[in-house]
């Protein structure tokens, strides 16, 4: 069982729609849960953390984290063309804080 | 200018060759991460150092080995380079002190590497 798992898509979403992506994780002693946005041929680069149970949102992006069933989400709202890129869901380590495990990434698409 | 840079970009190398990539930081954070992503596969930690005395191994450090020069330089080695070390390497930092943003890592640029 890998440590975090996502589905690898591609997610295809209508512009103005919702977008939904969804990470599940092994470690019941992660405390910090991360979306990073990549993309293609550039570097990841952070849009969501979260560590409390429930929900997180900033500005079109809403995190939502269930410890109990070890699930974090990202939701996006009225998702645009630019939305379009890989996301990837990471968590620390029990035994480090700063050592930060990831998913293999989900491909969204936004189509026009 | 970058606040983390990588040379080289692109790199192509034959099988058995000695390789060196490098890592440079203006952040001034303490923490430094060296990652290889794969299609499919996302990011795999290989080295990570918490400053400069202090160097461990992640989760595929086999094939790889790193340095420490200065709390701003960390750079990848690989010593034989095999065709299966074709990847995108990215290097990332994080600041131990940010506990507000629960150590966010900031990455640089990749560099693309391939053996043949």
């Known amino acids: 069982q890998k440590e975090v798992e996502q589905n690898s898509g591609p997610l295809s979403v209508p512009e103005g729609a919702i977008a939904s992506l969804n990470c599940t994780y092994s470690d019941r002693g992660s405390q910090s849960f991360f979306w990073y946005r990549q993309y293609s041929g550039k570097s990841p680069e952070l849009i969501m953390f979260i560590y409390s149970n429930g929900d997180k949102e900033d500005g079109r992006f809403t995190a939502q984290l269930n410890k109990a069933s070890q699930y974090v989400s990202l939701l996006i709202r009225d998702s645009q063309p630019s939305d379009s890129a890989t996301y990837l869901c990471a968590v620390t380590a029990y035994s480090s804080a700063s050592k930060i495990i990831f998913g293999s990434g989900t491909r969204l698409s936004i189509r026009p | 200018d970058a606040d983390v840079t990588q040379t080289p970009r692109n790199r192509i190398t034959k099988t058995g060759k000695r390789i060196m990539l490098e890592c440079s930081q203006t952040k001034g954070h303490d923490r430094m991460y060296w990652y290889r992503q794969d299609p499919g596969l996302g990011l795999r930690l290989i080295y990570y150092s918490f400053d400069v005395k202090d160097i461990n191994k992640g989760e595929i450090s086999d094939g790889y080995s790193v340095s420490r020069q200065a709390q701003a330089k960390f750079s990848l080695s690989l010593e034989s380079a095999i065709p299966n070390q074709t990847a995108l390497y990215f290097c990332?930092?994080?600041?131990?002190?940010?506990?507000?943003?629960?150590?966010?890592?900031?990455f640089g640029p990749g560099t693309r590497l391939t053996v043949t």
């Open positions: 990332a930092t994080s600041d131990s002190a940010d506990l507000a943003n629960s150590y966010e890592q900031y």
